[in-house]
């Protein structure tokens, strides 16, 4: 017998070289990163109040704060703006059933959130079938109820704004008509004849609300005491650009000794530049209606000039005090001279155009005025 021979031929191998195939049709299998990672319930409602409802953060941010990737965020809070819920689907049974709502229900829904925006959906499906007891009858689901909201009633869940109750009611309305009608019989130009003027009060620990900061841990800021400095910053711009900032250290705010001294030498240094008469734009607080406040017009060729009540935004001044604080933020826990010194550099990187944008801002108001219509 013939000893057996060992097949020492090496096994061949097909590669697409091998082949001549081009290798950009070969689609590689992707490497698990791990097994998934399923999301308890609770967790995806407190994502979605983070991102919509209460704090408003950004999706970045929720994301780094439960420890998952932006896109996850991005999934759940969708899935909840077109599903009304961030519950997973049912798996098999019977499907949910296509209740319809009828006109006369739509309009109570309707209704209602007009009276209290804030409704949960849980507590509207509730004064629905307390108002149409024969819908307890059927299976509404909640999924069902937001897109009826949504596509035929037309509204959209968005993150709520804090609004006086007297900005928009019919004194207040008829007082911005009113003011705005009368600018021009009074020959007030906010381009080329008003000051705009207001006093905002500083903290010397006035800091950003986000910092950067390595993931798990928190971002600091240190500042020199828990309790800091009050400054009150008083401001006046024009069209033209700012007029003049001043920064001052008190106790207890702005009084109206304090602000008619500045009002005082704004006056001043337009009369040294032998300008015309300027109207001075201001709210009507209490320390711009002041006695002394009111001498000081009466004895200048220059006139005080008070907005209607709950009209910020008729206010150009309003905008400078915004940027004004977010360039102070850049140096947090400053005291003393140094803190004032700071204020009044960044008071200088406000620029001829930031001023006419916010005048030419307040302007566009004006329409809505004197149309009658409620301003947000």
Not at 113 to 120: A, G, Q, Y
Request: aromatic residues 8%; positive net charge; glycine residues 4%.
């Amino acid at each position: 017998m013939s000893p057996t021979t060992r097949n020492t031929t090496k096994k061949q191998t097909t590669s697409a070289d091998s082949l001549n195939l081009p290798t950009a049709g070969i689609v590689k299998k992707r490497r698990s990163s791990g097994p998934h990672r399923k999301l308890p319930i609770h967790i995806k409602n407190l994502i979605v109040d983070k991102c919509l409802r209460k704090d408003s953060m950004r999706k970045s941010e929720v994301a780094k704060l439960y420890d998952v990737s932006w896109q996850t965020v991005d999934n759940i809070v969708e899935k909840y703006v077109q599903k009304g819920t961030v519950e997973p689907k049912k798996q098999g049974g019977s499907r949910e059933k296509n209740i319809k709502i009828k006109d006369d229900q739509s309009q109570f829904i309707q209704e209602i959130l007009d009276e209290n925006c804030t409704l949960t959906l849980g507590r509207i499906k509730e004064k629905l079938f307390d108002r149409f007891p024969e819908m307890r009858e059927y299976d509404l689901s909640i999924s069902g109820l937001f897109r009826h909201i949504v596509e035929h009633i037309g509204f959209t869940l968005k993150k709520t704004k804090p609004v006086e109750e007297k900005r928009n009611d019919p004194t207040t309305i008829a007082k911005r008509n009113a003011y705005v009608e009368n600018m021009q019989f009074d020959g007030v130009s906010y381009k080329t004849n008003c000051i705009f003027v207001d006093e905002a009060g500083f903290n010397a620990n006035l800091i950003r609300g986000q910092g950067w900061s390595k993931k798990g841990e928190s971002s600091i800021v240190k500042t020199k005491t828990k309790r800091a400095i009050n400054v009150s910053i008083l401001a006046a711009i024009s069209y033209q650009g700012v007029e003049s900032v001043q920064a001052k250290m008190v106790a207890g705010g702005t009084t109206a000794a304090i602000f008619c001294e500045f009002v005082k030498s704004v006056m001043a240094s337009l009369d040294k530049n032998n300008a015309a008469p300027h109207n001075f734009v201001m709210d009507n607080a209490r320390i711009h209606t002041a006695p002394i406040v009111k001498d000081l017009f009466q004895n200048s060729r220059h006139k005080l000039h008070l907005l209607p009540p709950y009209s910020p935004f008729l206010n150009a001044i309003e905008e400078c005090f915004s940027k004004l604080k977010t360039l102070v933020k850049r140096k947090p826990g400053l005291t003393g001279e140094a803190f004032l010194k700071h204020i009044s550099e960044c008071s200088n990187e406000i620029a001829r155009e930031n001023c006419k944008a916010w005048v030419e801002y307040s302007i566009q108001f004006f329409s809505d005025c004197l149309n009658n219509k409620e301003i947000y």
